[in-house]
């Protein structure tokens, strides 16, 4: 009787021992496709240069092996300000598979400025020596992961400028352009063709009060040279007064997200009137209507080592995808390795209007490199 309990016992013990074993191997089976565990992160931290203080918030996954760096747009908008974004209950967020950067410029966002304003740092070579700073910043405090910089509208110029410099071609290993404004005088052309196609349009649907406005926009002719300032102003105005309708709603719970987080790193009034200052600062206004006509890295596309994401709304009237044809045309010449999307029905901000599409499309490149 012994002896078979002996047994019996044995034999539970062997089962016992097999189904943990049997657990093991399933859950390593799991985990193989799965990202590395989430260890969220929090963190903010300044980014000091030529005067100017620059926080950098770090949200995500601290065990990822990679940091997205993100360059905001405007000139004058914030990164913190949208860095909820990124998080949610999707398993393709960025929050949970990559640990993310989101920086605010100089004069621009949450930062802390010189007053009075220092004039000779207001120019896109600075703000990518800037963004040069970021990462070397990035690199002491997060050792041995790979950055990929990602900048929106004004932020492709800021961009364009940082990964066109041989000198920091150690400092990024991607990058990633949305709607990206890198070229101001293609810029202009690209808002002169975009408004004469819109009246067209109109005009074939019936609509003849756009007859004299085409005749306006055929009578202009743009030099790279020369800045004639009223008729870039009157092209801008033109291209927002001609947005195509029908604009995808922005989602409140993404919107959310975004004013949680934000209020959560800058809870105080002062660092929001600081913001908002920010945002409408002569330096804002210096930038966007007397230098980003002026914005041209064509000649340094040749230094470009890295592989690349391009991203352009197909509705966009901030930067028509117009902008990007010369872009994309000097890349393919010099042989860059890039991929280009084009969102239908999408206009100046993919990351609100698309975002899941935006954000799987980050994804899949950032993971395939």
């Not at 364009?160 to 920091?168: D, E, L, P, R």
């Not at 599409?357 to 490199?369: A, E, M, R, S, T």
Request: charged share 20%; glycine share 8%; aromatic share 12%.
């Amino acid at each position: 009787m012994k002896t078979r309990i002996n047994n019996i016992n044995k034999t539970l013990f062997y089962l016992f021992i097999a189904a943990i074993g049997l657990v093991m191997l399933l859950a390593g089976g799991c985990k193989k496709d799965e990202p590395p565990p989430s260890q969220s992160c929090q963190e903010l931290f300044w980014v000091t240069n030529k005067g100017a203080q620059m926080p950098v918030l770090m949200t995500g996954n601290k065990e990822s092996a990679f940091i997205v760096l993100f360059i905001h747009g405007g000139p004058g908008s914030s990164s913190i300000e949208v860095a909820g974004i990124y998080s949610g209950n999707s398993p393709e967020n960025l929050t949970d598979n990559f640990l993310l950067a989101s920086w605010d410029q100089r004069y621009a966002g949450y930062s802390i400025n010189p007053d009075p304003v220092d004039w000779s740092t207001v120019n896109v070579g600075q703000y990518a020596e800037d963004c040069a700073m970021v990462t070397e910043q990035l690199k002491i405090r997060f050792p041995g992961k790979k950055i990929i910089v990602v900048g929106h509208s004004w932020g492709g110029a800021v961009l364009t400028k940082f990964i066109s410099n041989s000198a920091y071609q150690d400092k990024y290993n991607g990058w990633v352009t949305a709607e990206g404004m890198v070229n101001g005088f293609e810029l202009a052309n690209a808002m002169l063709s975009y408004s004469s196609r819109r009246c067209n349009e109109l005009i074939a649907e019936g609509k003849v009060q756009y007859v004299d406005t085409l005749a306006y926009l055929n009578s202009v002719v743009l030099d790279p040279v020369a800045y004639d300032k009223p008729t870039f102003l009157r092209l801008q105005m033109l291209a927002l007064s001609l947005e195509i309708p029908g604009q995808k709603p922005f989602d409140p719970e993404v919107l959310s997200r975004c004013s949680k987080l934000e209020k959560s790193v800058f809870p105080d009034s002062a660092d929001q009137n600081r913001k908002i200052s920010n945002a409408g600062s002569p330096v804002t206004l210096e930038i966007f209507y007397n230098q980003v006509y002026f914005i041209n890295s064509n000649a340094s596309y040749v230094n470009i080592s890295k592989p690349g994401l391009i991203i352009w709304g197909e509705n966009d009237c901030v930067v028509p995808t117009d902008a990007a044809s010369p872009f994309i045309g000097r890349l393919v010449l010099l042989g860059k390795t890039f991929q280009f999307k084009l969102y239908p029905d999408c206009w100046h901000t993919p990351m609100f209007s698309n975002t899941q599409q935006y954000i799987d499309d980050i994804k899949k490149f950032v993971d395939g490199l």
